[in-house]
């Protein structure tokens, strides 16, 4: 059963989470799917609750309560609204770069901010021709004397406009090995931000694109050395990108049953509930062992990462399972709901709409069964949960160790 994996702390969480998203987020959502415009107030309110910094050491004012709390979070919060789900998420992949790969002086300028809820930080890889083939981007970063000037485009990057802080992968040189990773504050000069378009779904989140035109940074804004951009960008997709959008694609996927069964039992037909036609049952009894397989894999995904065990496998698998479980089931339900399913003010559309946002981020499910078959096939390139859980612990003496660029500039402003 999920609940094993579950300690008291973490029921305490979920009702803590639940109570905030049916108070303050539940009210905000019809306004935000009319709109579709950024809810930056509400991501404002959700931050300063501590959540972006669930994984932050509590030596840096985080929680540090680890990768299966933060489920927790982003699961409860999808439930209610996907796009605050999704805020969420972008802003812990974007605290993956700090924890793992920043300096002592990054960390204590970034994390705390971080924990507090005034700073939103976000990850920026994507490229209008390198999606998931990250060694196709082509933004460059161009080292001047102490400073880098970053040119290109990032797009569909999570949290674009309301984020603070976005850690930008550019080019440094050819090959694997010519990518490097920059901490980039979003008032700075060069870079510029077009108006987010209208989306599938996920209204109220905000998801837009990066312009850099000669956008100037100091060189310790550099995140690790020049040419762990590849590194950075991998590890932040496996063991915070997958884990997140498992999570909100289960949160997703959690109301997309309680809404079903909801309908079915107040819905009428042939003089009788509507959950009584056989057809009907079988397909709900099918959403209800969707969601228990859903969150059994991304549960045990989670409390694997806490325990810093090797689970690269069983995250790209979760995120897998929950997002085409999910689509499955919205599916299914909007089968129930027929014609009711396409009015605005019922719900199971939205949810539909929502859950196609969670396929293609850290990997499409095709993306995830190629991984999937290395590792059965024995072809698999290591494990990046077990390197990254070790690194972690021994971040401290490793930085001290690193070039004065990196660690010895001065505040990163």
């Known amino acids: 059963m999920s609940d094993a994996y579950l300690e008291e702390r973490h029921h305490q969480l979920r009702a803590q989470v639940r109570a905030f998203a049916e108070s303050k987020v539940a009210p905000r959502v019809a306004d935000m799917e009319r709109t579709g415009a950024v809810e930056t107030a509400l991501a404002t309110a959700i931050a300063r609750q501590g959540w972006i910094g669930v994984t932050v050491d509590k030596a840096y004012g985080g929680m540090g309560a680890g990768h299966l709390a933060k489920t927790i979070i ?3 919060l999808s439930r209610i609204s996907g796009a605050m789900g999704a805020m969420v998420q972008a802003s812990q992949l974007g605290v993956a770069k700090i924890i793992h790969f920043g300096s002592e002086r990054q960390k204590h300028d970034w994390l705390p901010k971080i924990a507090d809820g005034s700073c939103l930080p976000t990850i920026a890889v994507t490229e209008p021709e390198a999606g998931s083939h990250v060694l196709g981007m082509q933004m460059t970063a161009h080292r001047e004397g102490r400073h880098y000037v970053l040119n290109g485009r990032k797009i569909y990057i999570g949290n674009s406009h309301i984020g603070h802080l976005h850690g930008v992968v550019a080019r440094t040189g050819e090959g694997s090995k010519g990518l490097t990773a920059f901490l980039v504050e979003a008032d700075r000069p060069g870079l510029t931000l077009p108006p987010p378009g209208r989306t599938l779904g996920l209204h109220g989140f905000s998801f837009g694109e990066l312009h850099f035109n000669d956008c100037r940074i100091p ?6 050395r020049e040419g762990e951009g590849r590194d950075i960008a991998y590890s932040s997709s496996v063991l915070y990108g997958r884990p997140n959008l498992t999570a909100v694609a289960l949160g997703i996927h959690q109301a997309i049953l309680e809404q079903t069964t909801a309908f079915a039992s107040e819905r009428v037909r042939y003089d009788d509930q509507l959950h009584h036609l056989p057809n ?5 009894g099918q959403i209800q062992s969707r969601v228990m397989t859903a969150r059994l894999t991304a549960y045990h995904a989670a409390h694997l990462l806490d325990t810093g065990a090797a689970c690269d496998a069983e995250l790209m698998n ?14 299914a339900a909007m089968e129930i709901h027929a014609a009711a399913g396409l009015l605005a003010d019922v719900p199971i559309g939205r949810y539909l709409r929502d859950a196609h946002h969670i ?5 499409t499910s095709d993306i995830q069964l190629l991984r999937l078959a290395e590792v059965a096939l024995g072809q698999s390139k290591g494990q990046w949960s077990q ?8 971040r401290t003496s ?10 010895q500039q001065g505040p990163v402003t």
């Not at 479980?325 to 919205?330: E, H």
């Open 359 to 363: 396929f293609a981020p850290a990997g």
């Open 318 to 331: 979760a995120k897998l399972i929950n997002v085409e479980l999910a689509l499955d089931s919205a599916r």
């Open 74 to 76: 982003i699961e409860e």
């Open 398 to 407: 490793v930085s001290d160790a690193r070039t004065p660029d990196t660690c």
């Open 387 to 394: 390197r990254l859980a070790t690194a972690l612990s021994s």
């Open 219 to 224: 060189v310790g804004n550099r995140l690790g």
């Open 280 to 284: 009907i049952k079988i397909k709900i």
